[in-house]
């Protein structure tokens, strides 16, 4: 029954992730609309994108508040993600092995710079005009995912060996039992519990812009329409 | 005048408190059958609008790219809040650019995702009703579709691309503007925007002639439907007739004089004005476009050369070859089309042109970029040309040159308050207060460096400036072309000779 369940939740990450994708690779450009100055080969349209993927760039020159909170949210998600290879691996590869007192840091900065962009869409005027219940939502969704990681990390520790376990039995298509013995299993369940409801909205939420990014035209495109004669799909005449 | 409420201008641009509703009252007039009819869209409200704007609304998101993922992945990180014009200068919060793609997100997410259709309340989704649509009326129609806001989203969410499929689907259910559709019409009637009819074309060709002989000396040749000339000269056809514009038009004369090349403008595509881009319509723009293509077969030309316009050279430089090409039967060794700045910026590099900077003595000049040509287009071989090729040509015909803050210019350039089909006396009050930015950063560099001289390459900005600026107690004649400046410097005379 809960294996059921985690794979309904995996298959509905994956398939409807992979479906908006889908959609934005086909669906068609009609004109060419990069914000310019852009660069004017693919390779630099590359760079760009990967500025801002890895940067933030645009956001960068538009908000350093923003920018500041955003980045130490991102960037600590990125660590906490890659240090969570151990519980999923198994030999863990020697590299992740010195993952550890990163991952508790980026754990930290990570609930921390959501609690920045939860004040900041509260305090400036501008940014709460614009924000739908979802959007609070989310961010306090990602910080119940945080925080129960941390206390799990900090204050009462689930057995680390039965959730390897429970973890790689879910990956090699066994069966899937959750432990029920202390304080610190139920966080553990409360935990995955959030993750696998993140994963579930993902698909249909603004959290899509981390596949958009790479759909947006006016970031994707070559500024070369004199040069390279750009046609337009559903153009009759052509 | 009176009658406007003109803001103070302050020292520096404040980002303000937001004061909702400011805009509320201000929508344009509504088009009429007369001219909603020539363009293929309902002659009014149809019946059964909000069922045919949702469809339409779906359709489109088949079509646009841009339209799907913007929809989608705004994060409403707010950083485009504070990045138009329209909001600096009026403070409604419609005006900030996430909550006007919003008018149009909360429709998206209503029909076409399963969180709106499930649980609107949630994530702000809203019905397509009357309200909703009032309100698209009136802030799809306070967006100059100028692309700051773009610039600064982490995902080059760009409203303008919003606002026009808003008044896309506006039109299709019958809701036209009528200051945008009145003239998409006359440009399929007439051949311009302005209606000009070639006997009055003709006549101000040959008036300006005269005028040029008459100041200089000199046989300068603005020449209408001459078969077999190598260049068409397509400007925007306020050049014919408004001022400052005109002054521009001398200027490309002389240059076209000076380099020895013959040209032509056309009386059957007098407009290098699109303003089938402003309503958002490919069908339109592309009608539109279709014409000078046409015109530049039948006059047998071998390039194609734009005036100083600045969606017109977005249109030109980004959409030409998609709405037109291919180019095969224009010259392969020039750029098609061509930017006048480029054009003349040319020729100056060949040593083809001379020029008098003293002529310009009088003017201690700074330059403001268009939106459209900064943000969305390109001179030259390289990114940035559009802001490096007319400086230039400024550098070359003045000895004082200034620049404006450098948070509004280039790429971070702030709307003239005209654009994206604005340009109507009934937006006045948008108009006035959407350049405030603008004018803080010229009033700045008018005080510290005595600054006088306003350089545009747009038609619209020159419109709109010359109403605009007076209200704030700038004089118009500080507003002017690139092309008036080298109108004044350049020395016509002996030719160098280049080809
Ligand atoms: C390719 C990967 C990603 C990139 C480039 C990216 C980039 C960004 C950027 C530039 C912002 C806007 C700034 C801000 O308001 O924070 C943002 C916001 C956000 N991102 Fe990501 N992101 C990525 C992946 C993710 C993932 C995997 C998650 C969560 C599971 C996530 C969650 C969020 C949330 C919740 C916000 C909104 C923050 C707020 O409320 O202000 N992002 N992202
Ligand atoms: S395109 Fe320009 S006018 Fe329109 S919302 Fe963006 S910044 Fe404002
Ligand atoms: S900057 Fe982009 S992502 Fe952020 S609120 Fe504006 S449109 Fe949305």
Partial sequence: MLTLLAYAVLGIFFIGFGRRLWIYSQAPAPLLIPTTPAPVTRLGVMGRLFREVVFFESLFKGDKLAWIASYLFHGALAVVLIRHIRYFVDPLPALFA????????????????????????????????????????????????????????????????????????????????????????????????????????????????????????????????REVRHVNPWDGQK | MADYDVPEIPEDIETPSLEPGTMGHLAPYPSVEKHMKPLGFPAAKVDNWQEEGIEKLGSMLEKYKSLQVFLDICVKCGACADKCHYYLGTKDPNNMPVARADLLRQVYRRYYTAAGKFAPGLVGAKDFDQETLDKWFTYYHQCSQC????VFCPYGIDTAEITMAAREIMDAIGVGHKYTTEIVAKVHEVG????????????????????????????????????????????????????????????????????????????????????????????????????????????????????????????????????????????????????????????????????????????????????????????????????????????????????????????????????????????????????????????????????????????????????????????????????????????????????
């Fill in chain 1, 98 to 225: 010195h993952f550890q007192i990163f991952g508790i840091l980026a754990g930290l900065a990570m609930v921390g710079g959501l609690g920045l962009l939860f004040l900041r869409r509260l305090v400036i005027d501008r940014v709460r005009y614009i924000s739908s219940p979802s959007d609070y939502l989310v961010l306090l969704l990602l910080i119940g995912i945080g925080v129960t990681g941390l206390a799990m990390t900090f204050l009462f520790r689930p057995d680390i060996v039965t959730i390897k376990e429970v973890m790689t039995n879910l990956f090699s298509f066994s069966s899937l039992s959750l432990p029920l013995f202390s304080f610190g299993d139920a966080l553990f369940i409360l935990h995955l519990s959030l993750v696998g409801l993140l994963l579930v909205i993902f698909p249909f939420s603004k959290l899509m812009h981390m596949g958009g990014i790479f759909f947006s035209p006016t970031r994707n495109q070559v500024d070369n329409p």
């Fill in chain 2, 192 to 499: 311009n925007n302005l209606g000009i009819p070639k006997p009055a074309l003709k006549g101000t060709l040959e008036f300006l002639e005269e005028d040029i002989l008459e100041t200089t000396g000199h046989d300068v040749r603005l020449p209408l439907d001459v078969e077999g000339a190598d260049v068409l000269l397509v400007p925007p056809s306020a050049d014919f007739f408004s001022e400052p514009h005109i002054m521009s038009l001398m200027g490309y004369a002389k240059v076209f004089h000076q380099a020895g090349i013959s040209y032509t403008i056309s009386s059957v595509a007098s407009e290098a004005a699109n303003f089938g881009m402003f309503i958002g319509s490919f069908e339109q723009k592309q009608k539109i476009a279709k014409r000078i293509a046409e015109q530049a077969q039948d006059l047998k030309v071998k390039r194609l050369v734009v005036g100083e316009c600045g969606h017109a050279w977005r249109v030109a430089y980004s959409f030409w070859n998609t709405l037109n090409g291919p180019f095969d039967y224009l010259d392969p060794r020039y750029p098609a089309p061509q930017h006048i700045c480029e054009f003349t910026h040319d020729l100056y590099q060949q040593g083809a042109l001379t020029f008098d900077k003293e002529a310009n003595d009088e003017y201690t000049v700074t330059m403001h970029d268009s939106c459209n040509v900064a943000r969305a287009s390109r001179m030259g071989p390289n990114p940035g040309g559009q802001f490096e090729i007319p400086r230039a040509l400024i550098r070359a015909t003045c000895n004082k040159y200034v620049e404006m803050d450098p948070e509004t210019i280039r790429e971070k350039t702030f709307c003239c308050g005209g654009g994206g089909g604005l340009l109507t006396d009934e937006l006045m009050d948008l108009r006035i207060k959407g350049a405030l930015p603008r004018v803080t950063a010229l009033k700045r560099v008018m005080d510290q460096d005595g600054v006088n001289f306003l350089a545009l390459i747009c038609a619209i900005c020159k419109a709109q400036f010359t109403k605009v600026l007076p209200m704030y107690g700038i004089p118009m004649d500080t507003v002017g072309g690139v092309h008036q400046l080298v109108s004044n410097a350049i020395q016509l005379g002996a030719k160098k000779g280049i080809i």
């Fill in chain 2, 147 to 150: 692309r700051r806001c773009s």
